[in-house]
């Protein structure tokens, strides 16, 4: 008995948190890293930023590749209309949570599956809230996780849901960064196996 193949697909990033995710789907896939300059535009809200990453991310990629599917994702947490980034250090992640501190934050994690004039974009918002935490409490757990690489300084799947109050999402893995739910209905309208037999 022939069991289907699956194309050729490509993650389009250089997040060990997406590679480790896709992972999870078990059909075998190539990470090249996407050169795209991540500077919002002047007026740029942060769903469209990070819908635009997404596919600039998919695109970069796909250019050099046409004969595979390309995935693109990106994430923009937003606070009030403004984009949180990576803090990348101790001080600006704490900066981060003691503003976010009892508030809630969008983290917009939009996706785009792409090949040649082929593609499909959307978003998968989800909701957090964040606790009342003193600052001892932020600190220690800064100094726990460091955390300096995630959008939002907090780590979901790690000590970081100790900080949160809520999470209101259609997708668990949204929040860490690629959002499977989504990307595997658009495999398979894309013609993947998933899961493939053994």
Not at 25 to 45: A, C, Q, W
Not at 174 to 197: N, Q, S, W, Y
Request: charged fraction near 20%; charge should be positive; hydrophobic fraction near 45%.
């Amino acid at each position: 008995m022939n069991l289907p193949k699956n194309p050729p697909l490509i993650l389009a990033s250089t997040s060990v948190y997406r590679r480790e995710l896709l992972q999870r789907l078990r059909i075998p896939f190539e990470v090249i890293s996407p050169k795209v300059d991540e500077t919002p535009l002047t007026g740029e809200n942060t769903l469209d930023l990070a819908l635009r990453l997404a596919k600039a991310k998919a695109a970069a990629v796909a250019k050099a590749h046409p004969h595979a599917w390309v995935i693109g994702s990106d994430q923009v947490a937003d606070l009030c209309g403004a984009a949180i980034g990576k803090p990348g250090n101790f001080e600006k992640a704490l900066a981060q949570l003691q503003m976010m501190r009892g508030q809630t934050v969008t983290f917009h994690t939009a996706l785009c599956l792409m090949k040649g004039d082929a593609q499909t974009t959307l978003n998968v918002p989800t909701e957090v809230t964040f606790r009342k935490l003193p600052d001892d409490v932020l600190k220690s757990y800064l100094v726990a996780e460091e955390p300096y690489d995630c959008a939002g300084s907090a780590k979901s799947e790690g000590l970081g849901i100790s900080l949160l109050k809520s999470i209101k999402s259609d997708d668990p893995t949204a929040l860490i960064g690629l959002p499977l739910i989504a990307l595997t209905g658009l495999l398979r309208d894309a013609g993947f196996v998933i899961p493939v037999k053994n």
